[in-house]
């Protein structure tokens, strides 16, 4: 079983707030990632980090922003949400070149 | 570029039955892992089956198997004995030796019927 942890699980919130999704993992992965996803749909890669202080902008355009300060943390942050954010946001972690391990995600509606 | 291509966006299949969903990819890298994940609604996205690219043995997960096609670059996976819990979309994925970022095709939702 992955140890990889996302919350909040479901948020809702008004347009404008700044919002950060945390997600953890305690498998000692230096490889993280997110991705969105919309219900039933494919995954986009939006940002990915190959350990401490590396990210990297995925191949969605996103106007969200990580950081990786520990190499168990990859948080993901909204300065300010719009209805267009509204989606779910997963974490994953790996080692190279291996298979990812998912967290539950987070599912965001702003309003 | 790699590319992964699941032309199936929806299957179904009668329970206790054998249902086989496709996946193609493209890579001129000869040293690769493919994978099957799967996501079950409103649920976390696991593992299925991984398969190592050197490897000419088809990999198999209980009820789960692939066929691996390394010359025609195909990925299909076998559920056989279909249960209600394998309901899901299916994600075909591909990573390259020492890449970082694993290439997803596009999911196929599949449906058990009772």
């Known amino acids: 079983e992955a140890d990889i942890y996302q919350t909040p699980r479901y948020l809702v919130i008004g347009t404008g707030k700044k919002i950060t999704l945390e997600c953890s993992q305690t498998m000692g992965h230096d490889k993280m990632y997110w991705y969105q996803q919309d219900p039933g749909m494919e995954l986009h890669l939006i940002h990915y980090s190959y350990g401490v202080n590396s990210t990297e902008k995925g191949d969605l355009s996103s106007e969200s922003t990580v950081s990786r300060i520990r190499t168990e943390h990859f948080p993901l942050t909204l300065e300010s949400a719009r209805p267009s954010h509204t989606s779910q946001y997963l974490c994953a972690s790996s080692e190279v070149g291996s298979e990812q391990y998912f967290g539950p995600g987070t599912r965001l509606t702003v309003t | 570029a790699q590319t992964v291509t699941q032309s199936q966006p929806e299957m179904s299949v009668q329970e206790a039955e054998t249902v086989t969903l496709s996946c193609t990819y493209d890579t001129s890298e000869s040293d690769y892992y493919l994978f099957w994940y799967k996501q079950p609604p409103s649920r976390q996205m696991i593992l299925v089956i991984r398969q190592e690219a050197y490897k000419q043995q088809n990999a198999t997960e209980n009820r789960f198997s692939v066929n691996f096609q390394k010359a025609a670059k195909s990925f299909s996976l076998k559920i056989s004995d279909s249960q209600l819990g394998d309901a899901a979309m299916y994600f075909c994925?591909?990573?390259?030796?020492?890449?970082?970022?694993?290439?997803f095709g596009q999911g196929t939702r599949l449906t058990i019927n009772p």
């Open positions: 994925a591909l990573i390259i030796q020492g890449a970082q970022k694993l290439v």
